[in-house]
């Protein structure tokens, strides 16, 4: 289960180093060709227009050039890895730009779902503590944690809805009346004993709404679509995109050309 909480980037370099970089910086060089970032779009549902793949390529650059990639246990990152997290955080910034992301550092990969200790101050002065083992996780000023998934579909999951939280935080927060109203709609729904085209996970609180139906928008598009419409609106006025209007059950291309 995907979590979300805030502390400081010194806590992680605390936590996690020494850890294997795939570089001397952590940083990774820039795939700078068709093919490997064809590769990457293509295993996403839906396709993109020639233009979009273009702005999209040059974003997903931009972000590789600019922030730093670590493997926690000993993960080595490959281009292939920091490529794909790249192309989800280009999607997510796709209207905005890269610059989004300008208040971290860089990513932090971990090969399997990893633990970490838990400490609350209750208002009674208590001190709880427990271990908390989670896919992935995002700090406000302190870097992106994502676990590797082995299946496609899990593994972008993770990566959109961290990264989704930085977008959140980044345009100071999305909510608005049609967020509360499918925030509401969903609550109901679940209530009444109805299913939610996404994780009900999501009603942990506004902020893993936000994350959790980013993954919906991307991945399962058509179904945000006929759940909520505004929603799914919403999402496209923040990204730029609109990948129900190409989602593909299957077909031979990523992308289409322009109409």
């Known amino acids: 289960m995907i979590r979300f ?40 549902p839906f396709a993109v227009t020639t233009n979009e793949f273009d ?109 989704a939280h930085r977008i959140d935080f980044a345009l100071d927060g999305i909510w608005n009346r049609h967020w509360e109203a499918a925030w509401e709609t969903a609550r109901r729904e679940v209530r009444q004993g109805g299913t939610l085209p996404f994780d009900d996970y999501a009603l942990t609180d506004p902020a893993e709404f936000v994350a959790v139906s980013a993954e919906a928008f991307f991945l399962t598009p058509a179904n945000l679509k006929s759940w909520d419409e505004r929603l799914y609106l919403e999402w496209s006025r923040v990204t730029g995109l609109d990948p129900a209007r190409t989602h593909l059950s299957s077909g031979p291309s990523f992308y289409r050309e322009e109409e």
């Open 5 to 44: 909480w805030r502390a400081t980037f010194g806590a992680v370099r605390r936590a996690l180093f020494p850890s294997r970089q795939q570089t001397d910086d952590g940083r990774l060089p820039s795939a700078e060709n068709d093919t490997f970032w064809r590769t990457i779009a293509a295993s996403l």
């Open 55 to 163: 702005r999209l390529q040059r974003l997903a650059e931009t972000f590789l050039h600019e922030k730093r990639f670590w493997g926690a246990q000993g993960f080595a990152i490959t281009a292939e890895i920091a490529g794909t997290v790249a192309w989800g955080a280009a999607l997510l910034a796709y209207r905005h730009g890269v610059a989004l992301y300008r208040d971290f550092v860089g990513v932090i990969l971990y090969p399997a779902p990893f633990r970490v200790r838990r400490h609350l101050h209750t208002e009674t002065g208590v001190e709880i503590e427990w271990d908390d083992t989670l896919d992935g996780e995002t700090w406000e000023q302190g870097p992106v944690l994502v676990t590797w998934q082995p299946d496609p579909t899990e593994r972008w999951a993770v990566i959109l809805h961290e990264l």
